[in-house]
Every structure is written in structure tokens, then in C-alpha cells.
């Protein structure tokens, strides 16, 4: 395959850095030893302050390195390097956490090759401290506004073995047209990090194009290696960019339509997050929701304007169901078990 069109298209990798210790250089050794030439490797470091760019020394020479002053976010400088990345076709995003097989790349090219109406290519990711698990295979998008990724948790034997359309796919290791991505605006900026690459794969699915999980394209991707699981950081920024994905993509039809269901998930994460000790982020981030809310919507004229499919055609993409999102990984059964532990009556403790 290497002497194939595949092969011979300009393509550009970006690895965007902040204080990812020993995971940058075990990351850009692997995209290195990837089967297929790579034109430009591109690293964005964001003001790191620990030894990740020390202990990759050794492989800087082989990158274009771009040193920020402070830290932009994940999208800024994402964007910065994308512009920087010129006369590459394709453009390969990669989180420094994510450690690709040697032929990661090559299959995302093929699978592009065979699906001219595709844009975005994301990877079967298998969990790096858990071989056994999968870290997902492309993210669903609930009518709600919730997105997950498909199969996380789940054996690697039983992921999908075969490539498969998804809503979007996540960017921790994701191949997309540089012109298409470019077309669309490229990440949110104000999103700084987390659901970006969800909104980046709603805006381009409202141009016309689909994003496919490619089966044979295989990383092995840490998670939240520098901002934490649940931390503040990760609920603050998800929850809020959550509600701005929904009201600057969802078309009109369905927004009205599902905002009785998106209410109710934010009133949720509410109460779930307060149960688990964060209410002060959690209301937090969805005050600031709130409050972004005008820019949104001025945003949104924009993103429907160009919209070149039916609202309709959007909808059959994404995941339905009332409860479909509160049935994954039991969180009824969480919320009801910390809700009685509170209204328990007193002189009734477990013997």
C-alpha cells in the first residue's frame, strides 16, 4: 500500500502538548515508525511545565515544534497548527496519550480513499493501562445533546471488527481533509477543550459529510492522562460545551423538539454531579453555559446557513430513546442509591 495514492498524499500529523510527561516521546516514536511517510509532524507545546519536552529531546529534530506561551487549549492549538500545515491534504490529530500501531496512519488513508464522502476517520481505541478494554470506537450523539464513546469499557474482543459510520469520532486520534476542516472553521477556540472534536463532527456532518470508525486503525490511548477523570476541569469544560454544541448545531426542528429532553439532562448532571461532591463546578459550568449563550446563537446563524442537509437526514444519525443515555453504565441505579442514603431515616443504619 505504501506505493499507492494512499501513500503519496501529502499528510501532516499534530501532537498538541502540555505536561504529558513520558507519553510525548512514546507518542511521537510511534508516529515516527508509522508504514506510511509522513510530510510534516507537527507539535504544539502549551506552555508545558514539567519535563515532556526534555525527555523527547532525542526525537524533536524530526518535528516542527511550536512553543506557546501559555496555555490556548486543546482547539487553539489545534487550529494554529492546522494553518501551519500547509500544502498537506490530510491532517492526523493525535493526543500525546494515544500511542498508534505502525500502521494507524496507512489504514486511516485507505479507509479515506475508499469514502470520498467521508471527512473525519477515527480509530479503534483500546485502553493503554487496560489492554483488555476498549477506550471506544467512534461517539455517539444523543437527541438530548449527551455524546459517548461507542463500546468504552467493553472487551476488545467484542468491538466492532469492521468499519462503521458513526456521528463523529474523537479527537485523541482522528485523520480529516485539511480543506474540509478549514471549510468549517476548524475547533471552537472558546471551547478550549473537551466535545470540540463532537462539534467539529456536528458541523461537518451539517455540510453534507459522514464520519466513519476504521476497525484497522489501532491506538492505544491513556485518557485524561493530564486533566483527570471527573476532575473540575473535565466536568466544568464538558458541561458547559455540552449545551453550546447543542444550540449552535441542532436545526430547528429538532432542537425544538428535544430541548424538553435536553432540559431534563442538564437538570441531571445537576443532581449527579452534586451527588458525587462537585455541585459547586457543576452549576458553575452550566451558569457559564448560560451566559455564552448569546455568542452561540450568533454563531449558530452562520453554521444553518450553510447547512446542506435536511434536518431529518441529521436526526437518523443520532441515538434516540428517552432513558438511552441515563441506562449507560447504571446511573439510575447510582443516583437512586446515593438519593435514599440521604433521605434514610435516622435509626434505620445498616447493621
Request: contains cysteine; hydrophobic residues 45%.
Amino acid at each position: 500500500m505504501k506505493d499507492s495514492d494512499d501513500a503519496m498524499a501529502t499528510k501532516c500529523v499534530i501532537v498538541v502538548n502540555w505536561n504529558s510527561g513520558p507519553y510525548l516521546r512514546k507518542c511521537l516514536h510511534a508516529v515516527l515508525n508509522q508504514s506510511v511517510p509522513i510530510e510534516k509532524i507537527i507539535v504544539v507545546d502549551n506552555a508545558s511545565t514539567d519535563a515532556s519536552l526534555l525527555e523527547a529531546e532525542d526525537l524533536l529534530p524530526h518535528v516542527q515544534l511550536i512553543r506557546l506561551p501559555h496555555n490556548s487549549g486543546f482547539a487553539a492549538a489545534n487550529n494554529l497548527a492546522v494553518k501551519a500545515a500547509e500544502g498537506c491534504e490530510w491532517i492526523a490529530f493525535l493526543n500525546p496519550d494515544a500511542f498508534p500501531e505502525p500502521e494507524w496512519l496507512e489504514c486511516l488513508l485507505a479507509a479515506a480513499k475508499s469514502r470520498p464522502e467521508g471527512a473525519l476517520f477515527g480509530s479503534r481505541m483500546i485502553q493503554a493501562l487496560d489492554p483488555e478494554r476498549l477506550d471506544g470506537v467512534g461517539d455517539a450523539y444523543h437527541v438530548s445533546g449527551v455524546h459517548w464513546r461507542i463500546g468504552h469499557g467493553q472487551n476488545v474482543r467484542d468491538s466492532v471488527a469492521h468499519d462503521a459510520e458513526v456521528f463523529s469520532v474523537c479527537g485523541a486520534a482522528m485523520l480529516c481533509r485539511r480543506d474540509l476542516f478549514l471549510e468549517v472553521g476548524g475547533f471552537d477556540e472558546r471551547f478550549f477543550c473537551y466535545a470540540e472534536d463532537v462539534d467539529l463532527g456536528f458541523r461537518l456532518r451539517l455540510s453534507g459529510h459522514r464520519c466513519w470508525y476504521v476497525a484497522d486503525s489501532t491506538v492505544y490511548h491513556v485518557g485524561s492522562a493530564t486533566t483527570g477523570k471527573r476532575s473540575d476541569f473535565a466536568v466544568y469544560h464538558g458541561h458547559r460545551n455540552l449545551v453550546w454544541v447543542y444550540f449552535k448545531n441542532m436545526p430547528w426542528p429538532l432542537l425544538w423538539l428535544y430541548l424538553p429532553q435536553h432540559i431534563f439532562l442538564n437538570v441531571v448532571s445537576l443532581l449527579y454531579f452534586t451527588a458525587h461532591g462537585q455541585a459547586r463546578v457543576i452549576f458553575a459550568a452550566k451558569w457559564a453555559a448560560l451566559c455564552g449563550l448569546p455568542r452561540v446563537l450568533r454563531e449558530r446563524r452562520q453554521v444553518q446557513q450553510t447547512r446542506r442537509i435536511g434536518a431529518w437526514e441529521i436526526r437518523f444519525a443520532m441515538s434516540t430513546g428517552w432513558l438511552t443515555p441515563y441506562l449507560r453504565g447504571g446511573l439510575w441505579k447510582e443516583l437512586l442509591g446515593r438519593w435514599l442514603s440521604v433521605v434514610k431515616p435516622a435509626g434505620r443504619g445498616d447493621k
